[in-house]
């Protein structure tokens, strides 16, 4: 029995558990690649031009997840001030997004910012705008890049709140290092950051401490700015699932009826300038002109890019869903993936850049407890590096490409 239990204990150690995630998470993509070589689709590299960025600044994510990495293993993250850890996880998300984006050529891919792209109603509006004022296409994109990366702190807030200070603290560096930084060029980075802020507010507002008026107001709030990220991202609107199961998890019925009130509101602004958001969205949904991949080709594209986004902490997170308290988070970051998988079938285009909004929130259970009402495990160092690592090797194939 005694051997038994030994077994068991050391089964569920942080190394083991990271070792699991890595393995299935690199058996999986493996996997998903031969079936995409076979299904005769195989990848084709960079969707865009190149900066041709050189030597010594195609080394700089190499530094930044080299520090990040350092500051993990001593644990810093888990002693310094919690304004001072969120101020530099954003700073390091930023500086991740940004130099990623300059490796892989996306700074300088003005599709992400034409006509040619699908883009949101709002998205479309601010981006024309832009390129009429001849903002350069690389300032317009190192600012989408800052503004998606508020996102990490916001997720943080809203993990403290349901799980705990110590589990956002751990999950930190796993935001701020996450491979999906590499889709964070696109601009439904913006819905990103409002995403998380929606549901950010939506756990601050049902705080059980908070007194009602208060949480009525916070609860309005949060539908403003879900209408708002519906407006940049089509996806998005399907983080409601997460705030209708944050407010039933904290018994806050009323607070439905508050941010379902003020959704509409953004939505029939926008209306009210042009801006009709059913009508975009069955636009957006219309093949015009097929990519060539076909219904397996693209769900077999999907399934490489969302494990190459998700990293290992992806594997590491759906294998703990059973064990943290904020599966609220996971079923608005699967139902805003799905959604965005599904319409990608549809219209035979993937587009990762549609699934920015729930990604995040498919990552927070990596550092989730082995067991029920347990303790969070330590941020697991190896998953974090073999994740930043194959983010920093497609970004350099697409340069390549």
Do not use: K
């Not at 990623?100 to 910012?113: E, I, K, V």
């Not at 995403?195 to 949060?222: I, K, N």
Request: one cysteine or more; proline letters at 7%.
């Amino acid at each position: 029995m005694t051997t038994v239990t030994r077994a068991r204990r050391n089964a569920g150690t942080p190394q083991r558990r990271s070792l699991s995630a890595i393995l299935w998470w690199s058996a999986l993509t493996l996997a998903a690649l031969a079936a995409w070589w076979t299904a005769g689709t195989p990848p084709t590299g960079g969707s865009g031009p190149s900066l041709g960025v050189g030597w010594p600044l195609a080394a700089a994510p190499v530094l930044i997840a080299v520090l990040g990495l350092l500051a993990v293993h001593q644990r810093r993250h888990e002693r310094v001030p919690w304004p001072v850890l969120l101020a530099g996880a954003y700073l390091v998300c930023a500086a991740w997004t940004i130099t990623l984006a300059a490796t892989s050529g996306a700074l300088s891919d003005r599709s992400r910012f034409g006509a040619g792209e699908a883009a949101p109603p709002l998205s479309g509006r601010l981006l024309a705008e832009l390129a009429g004022s001849g903002v350069d296409g690389v300032a317009a994109a190192v600012l989408v890049c800052l503004v998606g990366a508020v996102a990490t702190p916001l997720v943080a807030i809203a993990v403290r709140s349901l799980c705990g200070e110590l589990t956002s603290r751990r999950l930190l560096p796993v935001l701020a290092l996450a491979p999906y930084a590499l889709a964070g060029a696109n601009v439904e980075a913006l819905a990103l950051a409002l995403g998380a802020a929606t549901l950010a507010t939506a756990t601050v507002a049902s705080d059980p401490d908070r007194p009602g008026p208060r949480r009525l107001l916070l609860a309005a709030a949060c539908g403003l700015l879900l209408g708002t990220a519906a407006l940049f991202g089509y996806a998005a609107v399907l983080l409601a699932a997460g705030v209708v199961c944050v407010f039933f998890v904290r018994r806050r019925p009323l607070l439905n009826v508050a941010a379902a009130a003020t959704f509409f509101v953004p939505l029939l602004l926008a209306r009210a300038i042009g801006l009709d958001w059913t009508a975009d969205l069955a636009g957006a949904l219309r093949v015009d002109a097929a990519t060539g991949l076909g219904l397996l080709g693209s769900a077999l594209a999907a399934a490489v890019v969302l494990l190459v986004l998700g990293g290992p902490a992806l594997a590491a997170s759906l294998r703990s869903i059973r064990t943290t308290p904020g599966w609220p988070f996971l079923v608005a970051g699967a139902a805003v993936v799905f959604a965005g998988v599904v319409a990608g079938l549809v219209t035979d285009r993937v587009n990762p850049g549609s699934w920015l909004p729930g990604l995040p929130w498919l990552l927070m259970a990596a550092t989730a407890p082995d067991r029920q009402g347990g303790p969070s495990i330590p941020t697991p160092v190896s998953v974090l590096a073999v994740g930043s690592a194959s983010a920093y090797a497609v970004a350099l194939l697409s340069q390549a490409g």
